[in-house]
């Protein structure tokens, strides 16, 4: 998080007290240059650093004014006067800002950073499952492009999921795209899930047959984890206490003793006793953790990575504030239609 430090050497003081035993000392050294720099064109222009807990821990002590999980940095994002916001995340997060502030500059710093869940769907197959489910409202995860959340009633994080579902007075829902996630949200309320192309009946009536329609998108990242690699780290490591996002597959998160957002995640290692946790998510979150909770042992399986969370680095951050890339844009008529979604999503608390 943003740090207090006015000089170069304060700035490096900083750093190193935090992420001593995490970061090598020539690489902090390095960045401690880079996060010296951002912090104080940030200041110069009035500038925002929202950071996602997935961002990489010399950067996540560093430049962030804020850091959080998506639905955190949203409402962030939704009440900050500063401007430009620079978002340290992915291209949705960055969008989601901008529907929030569209006389705003959104600066992401990455050319992609993209996203496999919000690239498993188009704003066209929102506007077919419409049609194939009239009436059924539709319930977007926010990890989605501006265009898909433009077709939908409204959107959710994992941090709000179950909550959003049970806000609509609906029994049937449509809930997009998060195959793994729309079941563990399913088991949570107690709907029931099908999916379209595999086992719709022929003649569906939405309410009688099922009461939860998904898509088959997944996270990359997240797929990759088993009830295997669970077992394995049980064995080698005992007593440790397992946390798994809810993007991770049904079987893994009942083999896991807690599952929520990054942020509820971050929570539970720093709110219980044991000495050990296995973080089941992208694992830039465990250095972070670890940095804050220097006694807890954190196991992180590393060799499964989010390769668009890791494409924010601090010399684009600091490129992003030096030259204004890439300024983020959303088509005024789609922005209209997705701040309704993500509106009302933010009023659910
Ligand atoms: P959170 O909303 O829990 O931070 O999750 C975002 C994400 O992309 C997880 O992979
Ligand atoms: Fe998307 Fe998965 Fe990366 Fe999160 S971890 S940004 S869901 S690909």
């Not at 390095?30 to 821990?57: D, Q, T, V």
């Not at 929520?260 to 953790?289: F, G, H, K, P, Q």
């Not at 006694?295 to 499964?304: A, H, Y």
Request: with cysteine; proline share 5%.
């Amino acid at each position: 998080m943003a740090l207090t430090a006015t000089t170069l050497e304060e700035t490096y003081q900083q750093m190193a007290q935090k992420l001593e035993g995490i970061v090598p000392e020539i690489e902090l050294k390095y960045k401690a240059e880079l996060a010296y720099e951002i912090n104080k064109i940030k200041k110069e222009r009035g500038a925002i650093i929202l950071g996602h807990n997935y961002m990489e821990p010399a950067l996540f002590h560093s430049v962030p004014d804020v850091v959080g999980d998506s639905l955190e940095l949203s409402r962030k994002a939704a009440e900050t006067d500063a401007d430009p916001i620079v978002f340290c995340g992915v291209r949705f997060m960055a969008e989601t800002a901008k529907i929030l502030n569209p006389s705003k500059t959104v600066l992401l710093p990455a050319k992609v950073a993209g996203c496999s869940l919000a690239e498993s769907i188009t704003a066209e197959d929102v506007r077919n499952l419409r049609k194939q489910f009239p009436g059924v409202p539709v319930v977007t995860y926010i990890n989605t492009y501006a265009d898909v959340k433009a077709e939908t009633d409204i959107c959710c994080t994992s941090g709000n999921a179950h909550k959003v579902v049970e806000s609509l007075d609906s029994d049937t829902i449509i809930f997009l795209p998060d195959e793994y996630l729309a079941a563990n949200v399913a088991r949570e309320t107690g709907k029931k899930i099908i999916f379209p192309t595999l086992d719709m009946p022929e003649n569906p009536k939405p309410g009688l047959d099922y009461q939860m329609i998904g898509w088959h998108g997944r996270c990359e990242v997240h797929d990759q984890f088993t009830v295997q690699d669970i077992k394995n780290v049980r064995e080698q490591f005992p007593g440790v206490l397992v946390l798994a996002h809810p993007e991770c597959s049904p079987e893994v998160v009942e083999a896991s003793d807690f599952s929520s957002s990054t942020s509820r995640m971050v929570d539970y290692v720093r709110d219980m006793d044991a000495d050990r946790y296995l973080l089941l998510t992208e694992c830039s979150m465990a250095d972070n953790i670890a940095a804050e909770n220097p006694e807890k042992e954190m196991v992180g399986l590393c060799s499964i990575r989010c390769p668009h969370m890791n494409e924010i680095t601090l010399e684009d951050t600091l490129n992003a504030l030096q030259n204004n890339e890439q300024v983020i844009e959303v088509p005024e008529d789609i922005r209209l239609r997705a701040l309704r979604s993500v509106e009302r999503m933010l009023e659910i608390r």
